[in-house]
């Protein structure tokens, strides 16, 4: 198989809750990208193994692989790519319990976005650094971020919605603007 067939079996090994094969797998992709010279590719399989060490709880695998990732993208300039991960490494080092780290993986995250106009990624990293936030004890920036997020994001689910709608009732009743 070549690299982009590996790639897609392992999406599908991975969907079908196979971890192990799909990481296989994505370790094969990422040989061939990195001998074919397709950095991005690379980096994106080093990302989709960290995603399935998150899902596995092998953390330092996923921080490991999260973190060359990084270097790839930022060797490569892509800030987009980059944000993404640094959004994914918050999201292991908050399953860690470690959200001291998480919070600045976020911010930074958040902060590229922006940037770059990625309002639906901006959002989803505010919504997780809120969360974060509220749950170390930093409750008024945690709403403030999550109220922030809620409204960035340009696909929201029902639960989503329905906490605007609740935003936007809270805002009425004390008449903030």
Do not use: C
Request: glycine share 8%; net charge negative; charged share 30%.
């Amino acid at each position: 198989m070549n690299a982009d067939e590996l790639q897609k079996e392992g999406l599908r090994l991975f969907q079908e809750g196979l971890y192990d094969e799909a990481a296989q797998r994505f370790s094969e992709a990422l040989e061939h990208f990195a001998e074919e010279g397709r950095e991005i590719e690379a980096g994106e399989m080093l990302n989709n193994i960290a995603l399935i060490r998150r899902k596995q709880s092998r953390w330092e695998e996923a921080v490991a692989s999260l973190e060359e990732a990084r270097r790839v993208f930022v060797r490569l300039g892509d800030k987009s790519r980059e944000a993404q991960v640094l959004g994914n490494l918050g999201s292991v080092y908050a399953s860690m319990g470690k959200r001291d780290e998480a919070i600045p993986a976020w911010q930074t995250a958040i902060a590229t976005f922006a940037e770059l106009e990625d309002n639906q990624r901006q959002g989803e990293t505010l919504l997780a650094l809120g969360v974060a936030l509220f749950k170390n004890g930093q409750r008024e920036a945690g709403f403030a971020a999550y109220q922030a997020g809620i409204q960035l994001v340009e696909n929201p689910t029902p639960m989503q919605k329905f906490t605007r709608m609740l935003f936007a009732l809270q805002m009425r009743v004390f008449g903030v603007r």
